[in-house]
């Protein structure tokens, strides 16, 4: 049962256009949300979180949206630069009482100079 | 600052043969630790997580162990290989919510 899920395997993005990561999830306890970057043969680096208190966190070219309702979040990077090319994993954490995060199957991100 | 240390990096291992990963956290006590898997073409799969020495949880049954002998260090082992535990081993430690990850072993069994 895949309770996180990327659902587009890759997406390619011109550079300087907005890159959107699409995640869905269906576990309703689910109440804190992550994003996660990954080069080839590297671990993956967080990247930007958001609590379900939150609708909207923004950090430089990154904003991640969550809404609850649809049990969806997303990833905007705008504007998209070459070394945005990466796997993008989404996670999530029912926080209160479990340690464990959840992953999507990912999204490879190709920028196109 | 916490850094996270794996290693191998990379590994080569004949089918049957054994094996043993190490990860050691740096910088932090007492930290919920994480063995994750990706195998080609597929996402991050949970193996083993451990909250504190000796206490171990399994996610998935396999032919794989993780032990705890001291705080910060996690072990995944395997007593004899098999051609399916070909994959990027991720060894990880727990902020708040985060997870913070190390630079991954590849391990081919041949």
């Known amino acids: 049962d895949q309770q996180v899920k990327q659902n587009s395997p890759s997406l390619s993005v011109q550079e300087g256009r907005i890159s959107i990561l699409n995640c869905d999830y269906t576990?309703?306890?689910?109440?804190?949300f992550l994003w996660y970057k990954k080069y080839p043969a590297e671990g993956p680096t967080f990247l930007i979180s958001?609590?379900?208190?939150?609708d909207k966190n923004e950090d430089g070219r990154f904003t991640v949206f969550l809404n609850k309702s649809a049990k969806h979040l997303s990833l905007h990077i705008v504007p998209s630069q070459p070394g945005d090319s990466a796997v993008y994993f989404c996670?999530?954490?029912?926080?209160?009482?479990?340690?464990?995060?959840?992953f999507g199957t990912g999204t490879r991100l190709t920028i196109i100079p | 600052s916490q850094t996270i240390h794996q290693w191998p990096a990379t590994l080569v291992q004949p089918v049957g043969s054994p094996l043993s990963l190490e990860c050691t956290v740096e910088g932090t006590s007492n930290p919920n630790l994480y063995w994750y898997r990706q195998a080609a073409g597929r996402g991050l799969q949970l193996l083993f997580y451990s909250v504190g020495i000796g206490q171990i949880s399994s996610e998935v049954p396999q032919n794989l162990s993780a032990s705890r002998p001291q705080d910060r260090q996690f072990i995944l082992s395997s007593k004899k290989l098999l051609l399916s535990d070909s994959g990027f081993y991720l060894c990880a430690w727990s902020g708040y919510y985060e997870q913070f990850f190390g630079p991954g072993t590849r391990l081919t069994v041949l």
């Open positions: 958001i609590s379900s208190i939150k």
């Open positions: 996670a999530a954490i029912a926080a209160r009482g479990n340690e464990k995060l959840t």
């Open positions: 576990n309703s306890m689910f109440d804190y």
